[in-house]
């Protein structure tokens, strides 16, 4: 047998083994097994194919995947595509293809290069949201919404891209730029369908309760819908009869306001301008046309200087009976409570760079700790945190949710006023104006109005045509497509057109979860009894760019289904988990400008997919951002061509019973790597591998520990492990079909232990060693953490303590 490792003389051949036995794919159904649904984010199949995010998010799920099989679960880790939208579409336009032409080769090519890792997907479970038996489903949920009346349509302002000719949803405009092109979005009104995601508004918030995703997945969530209770309180006008409805979410700190501020859109300034005097008018007039240009990004920027203009105009706060003037200033949005709100100097920061700029009284209502009751006089003294009510007579020494009770019961008894439950989520815009998208498959009648396309006259299929381009007029490209637009009523049987907007491409990612439980169901979008088994989903892993609106609309899609009784859970999914970004060398963002971007081909050419595998893990943190290191590829190649001869030597040289401490070693190692993968802790896996091949690659083992080395070296080095193992011992059976091995954790006496690291006197990461590590050990698994590593290359350590079994401290 040969010991030199070179991985183009079996990978190909076990992967054609792996996918033509189907050795992956998960049984339905099956009871006697825990199932195990682990799912990562599908990709959308562009023309450069994967790039290094894909290549290790799915190495690294991968890892989990073989685990959980050998651990006895029934795993389901499907892929499918996710291929509709502009990319795709662009591209067919330059070229002058059919999308679904490229579509088709693009996936080719994805698959290609999925498998040439060596990834155990469930082909048989694959997706691909163009395919007409799928958004044949994708149409029929619309549907269900519109039945619901949750699918509407109407005349409403959009946010227009001229480049991409395109409406785009609120949540795809950043910083008043289209997210996709970098343009600045124009206001247009369009007539649109919009989803009611606001009526699932408190569900949305409240059932992130019953899942367990990161914190910080949670609070975007929670800020996205941005529930806010608000106090909206009647101030009369001084002279005049007019009202006007002022809000606050802080009543408890009325006492302390000191003018107001109308949005300068807000539709009660015209009769306003009745009252004031001509010269207030003309100003006001001017200040609004001034404020109309600029973007909302540009109004609410907290480090631009506030602008506004008086009215000349007071009111009366109804709770203090102070008398305040009345400004309108662009600071705040018509879409913040009634776009009239109350300012409140001392305890809002932005109201107090107002109250600076036009000399406007700043006065102190809530404590600081310990009974701070100094003045507010600059900005960093502020003071917007709660805290016990004072100077505020009948809210006098309350807290402040107290004194927002009180408020809210006063101004409820008098009749001057509401407490008012508003949220910073819209209704979502669900049209588009372009070709590549699921058809909406309504018809519109002239006598009997929109018609849904009837169930059994599903999929609606996009007709191929030779002209993809957008149009300016704010209409789809099928619009000019007669043939297909012409249709007949279902309902009335007379002549009526189809509705040419198609979905966004967010619509197929919505609910892609569920048809992987049953993707070939040609009368269901899922059977209930395949979704009851499958879902939810046991882990969802996947970016940091779809924690906010994907995570939104496909959680508000399943409890619409959920209310239909087509699902048993509340939720999709039940742990969600977010990886970092790979960058190129330096740090930077691969891109094809910057000439650094690197694909799998190239890695699996050079170094095969056991090595790029083993280095994605590697690369760092699961969580972090990771940055491309070719010594460091360098070294795992070193390391994994070396692990391939130990494995083969030590079969060799294998003896009647390994000794204790060998025996002892593996067992920490099957501990260590079980641990390490469930936990997401990816890097430290293979650095537990390059570990115990330093400490032990010059025992001798026996065949009971040979065969748990190869076991446990599968999830992370597949195609060696089963190399080897069908060479030594089984040659007809598979090492991924092995059950993973039982540790006594009593026979563990040493633990390992995580201890800080200090460069130059400050703690820069941790480093996990065993309590019988000697300094050399320690350092040499400094240098195996990429986290510490990179912060000590090209670098002389001057000096080296190790403090046993408790810090490191490195000078450099
Ligand atoms: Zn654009
Ligand atoms: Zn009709």
């Not at 979410?249 to 003018?259: A, E, I, K, N």
């Not at 260590?672 to 591998?689: G, S």
Request: net charge negative; aromatic share 12%.
């Amino acid at each position: 047998m040969s010991y030199k490792y070179n991985p183009k003389d079996f990978e190909s051949k076990w992967q054609e083994k792996w996918y033509s036995e189907m050795n992956y794919s998960a049984k339905d159904l099956l009871l006697d097994k825990p199932k195990y649904y682990l799912l990562v984010e599908f990709p959308y199949p562009s023309g450069p194919g994967m790039h290094m995010g894909h290549t290790r998010n799915y190495s690294m799920m991968d890892a989990v995947a073989r685990l959980r099989r050998m651990k006895g679960f029934n795993v389901m880790y499907p892929i499918g595509w996710d291929a509709f939208g502009l990319p795709t579409e662009n591209y067919a336009i330059k070229v002058k293809r059919p999308p679904q032409e490229i579509t088709k080769e693009n996936i080719n090519n994805f698959k290609r290069q999925l498998k040439s890792l060596g990834l155990t997907f469930d082909w048989e479970k694959e997706i691909n949201t163009t395919d007409p038996q799928y958004y044949k489903w994708t149409q029929w949920i619309f549907l269900k919404l519109f039945e619901k009346g949750l699918a509407h349509k109407s005349e409403m302002p959009i946010n227009w891209c001229p480049k991409c000719k395109v409406g785009c949803a609120n949540e795809e405009v950043v910083d008043s730029r289209h997210e996709r092109c970098g343009e600045l979005v124009e206001k247009r009104n369009i007539c649109q369908w919009v989803l009611k995601i606001t009526e699932y508004a408190d569900r949305l918030d409240d059932d992130l309760d019953l899942v367990n995703f990161p914190d910080s997945v949670k609070a975007l969530q929670r800020n996205w819908i941005g529930r806010k209770t608000w106090y909206d309180i009647e101030y009369k006008i001084e002279d005049t009869e007019e009202v006007i409805k002022v809000s606050t979410t802080r009543p408890d700190t009325q006492f302390g306001s000191s003018f107001v501020v109308i949005a300068p859109e807000q539709e009660i300034l015209k009769r306003l301008s009745r009252v004031m005097t001509e010269e207030n008018r003309k100003n006001v007039e001017e200040y609004i046309q001034k404020s109309l240009k600029k973007s909302e990004l540009e109004r609410v920027d907290e480090t631009k200087e506030k602008t506004g203009v008086a009215t000349g105009l007071y009111c009366v706060n109804s709770i203090t009976n102070s008398r305040l003037p009345i400004y309108v200033a662009d600071f705040v949005l018509t879409t913040v409570g009634t776009g009239m709100v109350v300012g409140v100097p001392a305890h809002d920061s932005r109201d107090f760079q107002f109250a600076q700029k036009f000399g406007l009284p700043v006065k102190r209502v809530i404590e600081g700790p310990e009974g701070d009751r100094s003045e507010i006089s600059s900005l960093e003294q502020v003071y917007e945190e709660e805290g016990r009510v004072f100077n505020s007579d009948f809210l006098d020494g309350l807290s402040s949710e107290e004194a927002r009770n009180k408020v809210g019961e006063y101004i409820k008894e008098r009749r001057i006023g509401d407490v008012v439950t508003r949220y910073h989520l819209r209704d979502w815009i669900f049209s588009r104006q372009h070709y590549w998208g699921e058809p909406i498959p309504i018809v519109h009648c002239e006598k009997c109005g929109m018609v849904p396309v009837p169930e059994d006259q599903l999929p609606v299929e996009l007709p191929i045509v030779k002209e993809y381009e957008p149009t300016n007029t704010g209409e789809s490209p099928l619009a000019n497509i007669t043939e297909w637009v012409n249709t007949e009523c279902p309902k009335c049987g007379g002549q009526a057109k189809r509705e040419t907007d198609t979905m966004p491409n967010w619509a197929g990612s919505s609910w892609y979860y569920l048809r992987y439980c049953d993707p070939n169901n040609d009368k269901e979008f899922v059977s209930r009894e395949k979704s009851d088994y499958w879902m939810p989903v046991d882990h969802y892993e996947g970016g940091q760019e779809h924690i906010t609106l994907h995570l939104l609309y496909s959680r508000f899609w399943h409890k619409v289904l959920f209310d239909l009784g087509y699902l048993k859970d509340k939720e999709p999914y039940s742990s969600r988990s977010i990886h970092g970004v790979v960058l190129g060398e330096g740090g930077v963002k691969m891109s094809k400008s910057v000439g650094n971007v690197i694909g799998p081909d190239e890695l699996v050419e050079k170094y095969g997919a056991d090595v790029t595998r083993a280095y994605m893990m590697f690369m760092g943190p699961y969580e972090g951002n990771v940055e491309w290191s070719t010594r460091t590829i360098e070294g795992v190649r070193r390391f994994v061509s070396k692990y391939y001869s130990f494995l083969q030597y030590a079969w060799d040289q294998k003896i009647e019973e390994s000794n204790e401490q060998v025996k002892r070693g593996v067992s920490r190692l099957v501990n260590k790597i079980e641990r390490d993968i469930l936990e997401f802790r990816f890097n430290t896996v293979v650095a537990a591998l390059m570990q115990f091949y330093n400490e032990y690659s010059k025992e001798k083992f026996d065949k009971e520990d040979i065969t748990k080395l190869l076991i446990v070296s599968a999830p992370i080095l597949p195609h060696i492990a089963e190399e080897i193992w069908s060479k030594t011992i089984g040659s007809d059976s598979s090492v991924h079909d092995q059950q993973w091995p039982e540790v006594d954790l009593t026979t563990l006496e040493e633990e390992n232990i995580e201890i800080p690291v200090q460069i130059n006197g400050k703690v820069r990461g941790r480093v996990v060693v065993s309590k019988s590590d000697d300094q050399e050990q320690v350092k040499s698994k400094i240098y195996e953490q990429n986290t510490l590593s990179s912060q000590l290359s090209d670098k002389d350590i001057k000096k080296f303590i190790y403090v046993p079994g408790r810090i490191v401290s490195i000078t450099v």
